[in-house]
T-cell receptor, first 115, second 111 residues
């Protein structure tokens, strides 16, 4: 398996523009997480899906952020309009929830810079 | 609210040394604890996962222990190598599949 695949790897955009981050989880995994990492706040959970349904979106900063998971193999995180303070590395992670012995696997992340 | 703390925040050791990284958590009601490493500019790589019913897990030169009653986990790295240089994170999984990340230990192994 290729692991969790995220695209793009890097995104540079101007304030006010719409940004869409994409994630393909590992096949067979039924939980998907979106995280944001910054130097100041470390890793923060934005939203968690289980079986394509959003379970916990309490970490989504504000209405400018939205996430979808239309099927088991694809998820998007959208920021509209983007702001400089959204600059961070955004990680997607997936896991197969079957008992306790299930590891979490991370994608390589998307480095977002909003100018 | 679960809080996960890692000590030390940074560590620099000469190659070949055995070392211990510490992770403390405030809520012992966890399902499992996972250790990750993160290389600069890269994603997180899973190292070891310890279930709540287990005391330790081993993989190669790595050994992780878990003591739920005291709210502690340690990651032991034997015979450290420069390639071990990275940031190490412990993550607790609690109720509702909630993951709480530790503050991280930045390790540098010098030649």
């Amino acid at each position: 398996d290729a692991g969790v695949i995220q695209s793009p790897r890097h995104e540079v955009t101007e304030m006010g523009q719409e940004v869409t981050l994409r994630c393909k989880p590992i096949s067979g995994h039924n939980s998907l997480f979106w995280y944001r990492q910054t130097m100041m706040r470390g890793l923060e959970l934005l939203i968690y899906f289980n079986n394509n349904v959003p379970i916990d979106d309490s970490g989504m900063p504000e209405d400018r952020f939205s996430a979808k998971m239309p099927n088991a193999s694809f998820s998007t995180l959208k920021i509209q309009p983007s702001e400089p303070r959204d600059s961070a590395v955004y990680f997607c992670a997936s896991r197969r929830d079957r008992g306790q012995d299930e590891k979490l696997f991370f994608g390589s992340g998307t480095q977002l810079s909003v100018l | 609210k679960q809080e996960v703390t890692q000590i030390p925040a940074a560590l620099s050791v000469p190659e070949g040394e055995n070392l211990v990284l510490n992770c403390s958590f405030t809520d012992s009601a966890i399902y499992n604890l996972q250790w990750f490493r993160q290389d600069p500019g890269k994603g997180l790589t899973s190292l070891l996962l310890i279930q709540s019913s287990q005391r330790e897990q081993t993989s190669g030169r790595l050994n992780a222990s878990l003591d739920k009653s005291s709210g502690r986990s340690t990651l032991y790295i034997a015979a450290s190598q420069p390639g071990d240089s990275a940031t190490y994170l412990c993550v607790c999984t609690g109720g509702g599949n909630k993951l709480t990340f530790g503050t991280g230990t930045q390790l540098k192994v010098e030649l």
